[in-house]
């Protein structure tokens, strides 16, 4: 693990410039294979990926069940340890594939990725060896730290930084990573223990928002969520994952206007979900897609990305 020294940002001058991503560029891929227009089940998706880890007898669910539902109720290993070994057991034989749209957004100078994946397709696309190293070598000559301290469960401060033709990524795998069984982020009980150290975070930091607005300190991907321009690509947002949605309702308490949260989505503004990011000061931008073209649709998303960092401005 790398002793990385901490950055500090005049927020009033220039804010991080923050990505945070889920899975959804991937499965985009996966689910335009067929040329019938149908959309074929993909192999890896959440829904599969619960089924493995279900203890015989327990629910089988199908694609279309919403992620609450299961994260509710198909994990019902009890015993921690077991769970993350079955967990990572289940993803080992996951292929990684080279997808033109991620190397497209990992070209464009994000001060931090911010994703809830477990696994390695943004290391992969900077770096392809990264997934054939041990754990070992992905700890030591990749994972860095704002902390003397080691984090064992929930990385707050801990990342991988990787470089590719001259630019560095900085990536927090915000609910886990598989080289660390023990920090993935998988059940309801879980989510709710992330959210009381993120909490715990909080309070320490107290006023510092405020009090250090020209000369503040990064510490966490905490830090970076809640005084960044965030731009969500890819990620669901259920609201099973209320993390995220407890440090949206936290943003509005620095006052961070005029809108610096941008959520990339094809529902419309009548979907419940578009509807109560709205209120929390949340720019919802469908790009003008409503048709299930996810390949275009997040062609359009990346270059407008792109443009607004240039810009750094939501005008």
Known sequence: MNLQSRKTYNLAERRPQVLVIGNGLVRAYEESKRSDGKYEQWEWSWTNLINKLARDGAPQFKDNTPPATIHATAVTECDDK???????????????????????????????????????????????????????????????????????????RTYNRIEKNGLTQNIWHIHGELRRPSSIILTHDEYARLVNKILEFNNKRGDQYSRYYDSLEIKSWVDYFLMGDLYILGLGMDFSEFDIWWLLSRRLRE????????????????????????????????????????????????????SMIERNDFN
């Not at 497209?104 to 060896?129: C, G, K, M, R, V």
């Not at 509807?275 to 062609?299: H, P, Q, W």
Request: charged share 25%.
């Open 255 to 306: 006052k961070n206007y005029p809108d610096t949260v941008t959520f990339f989505s094809m529902a419309d503004s009548n979907n419940p979900k578009i509807m109560a990011l709205s209120s929390l000061n949340v720019k919802c931008d469908n790009c003008g897609f409503c048709e299930r073209d996810y390949i275009t649709f997040y062609k359009v998303a990346i270059q407008k990305i792109k």
């Open 82 to 156: 077991k769970r993350r070994n079955k967990f990572s057991k289940a993803l080992a034989q996951y292929e990684y594939k080279n997808y033109p749209l991620i190397d497209n957004l990992l070209q464009i100078p994000f001060d931090a990725i911010l994703t809830t994946n477990y696994t390695y397709e943004l290391e992969y696309h900077l770096n392809p060896s990264y997934i054939t190293l041990s754990n070992e070598t992905k700890r030591n000559k990749f994972a860095y730290t704002t902390d003397k301290k080691s984090e064992e469960k929930y990385l707050l």
